[in-house]
């Protein structure tokens, strides 16, 4: 029996028309954008299908991205395909803590739409992020801690792909030593702030107002969480988890690490593009990975269900 893990993809993945095919063809998936929409007092089917300038704005993105992981969740669960275990990556997580049923869909959705609103207004002057390629992220953490001022890691991808996150001036000067120590590429990122590095935790001490009104479930299955990359089951630890998680590094490669501990063998990436699939080869070529991303990409899951 094959263990598979669900997989959801972060800040980055959105793109205009994103989950339209599964809103056309699956009443569940509808169901999803429909509630989100009167949740919210707003169109998010709009919002996610029809270009705009809105889908690139953080309180927005947040939004649209986990609708529509959720609509495509119903449709995977609608195989009748049953995780061993779930993750996400940075927003992503709340679409892995609800597919692991510890999580409703509207308290998911409500939150989602508070986080991304706090993280925006959250951000200060003068942050940023850089992509590191090509060098351990030992040596990385080193150079920053070593740099004046605030540069601190904010994503471990996968092994050869780390993100650094601060102030900028400092992510500059860390990303200056970092091509020095024989990094192949520094790459500035095109984003709103400093994401998950502590100059973002007004935004986690905001948000824990808001996640304090969640009903946490009680479910079989467990998940992973970003902040840790330990498995848990335990619905009373969810809630601080995800407020250091704004203002943490997120351990992706650890996490995939744990999962293939567990022995899952078969990753399903559910979400547009397929960010976390390469990230996965990266860390074990031997796994496989499944991206649904569009409504054709069910008939992949047909395997799963032998």
């Excluded at 609708?67 to 679409?95: D, F, N, R």
């Excluded at 500059?172 to 020095?180: D, L, M, N, P």
């Excluded at 998680?245 to 022995?263: D, F």
Aim: aromatic share 6%; hydrophobic share 40%.
């Amino acid at each position: 029996m094959k263990k598979t893990a669900f997989i959801f993809p972060g800040q980055g993945a959105q793109k205009f028309g994103m989950g339209k095919d599964f809103y056309d063809a699956l009443p569940v998936s509808r169901e999803v954008y429909d509630k989100a929409s009167e949740w919210l007092n707003m169109d998010v089917k709009s919002l996610c299908f029809e270009e705009n300038d809105r889908l690139d704005i953080t309180c927005y993105t947040q939004i649209g991205l986990l609708t529509t992981e959720l609509a495509m969740l119903k449709a995977v669960q609608a195989k009748g395909i049953v995780p061993t275990v779930t993750a996400g990556l940075s927003l992503g997580e709340y679409a892995a803590i609800t597919a692991a049923g510890k999580m409703s869909e509207e308290d998911a959705i409500k939150t989602i739409e508070k986080r991304g609103l706090f993280m925006q207004e959250a951000v200060p002057v003068g942050g940023a992020m850089s992509a590191i390629m090509g060098l351990d992220f030992t040596e990385v953490e080193k150079i920053c801690a070593q740099t004046s001022g605030i540069v601190e890691l904010a994503n471990y991808n996968c092994p050869g792909q780390i993100v650094i996150s601060g102030e900028s001036e400092a992510v500059a000067v860390a990303g200056e030593a970092i091509k020095a120590a024989g990094a192949k590429r520094v790459a500035p990122l095109k984003v709103s702030g400093p994401f998950h590095s502590s100059m973002l935790k007004g935004a986690g001490e905001k948000l824990k107002a808001e996640l304090a009104k969640v009903t946490w479930m009680d479910s079989e299955i467990p998940y992973i969480s970003n902040t840790t990359a330990e498995i848990i089951t335990e619905p009373s630890v969810i809630e601080s988890l995800l407020v250091r998680q704004v203002s943490e590094s997120v351990r992706w490669q650890q996490s995939v690490e744990q999962m293939i501990h567990m022995g899952v063998d078969t990753f399903v990436e559910i979400g547009p593009g397929k960010t976390l699939a390469g990230f996965l080869k990266r860390i074990d070529r031997s796994k496989t990975c499944i991206n649904i991303e569009k409504i054709e990409d069910l008939d992949k899951l047909e395997a799963l269900t032998c």
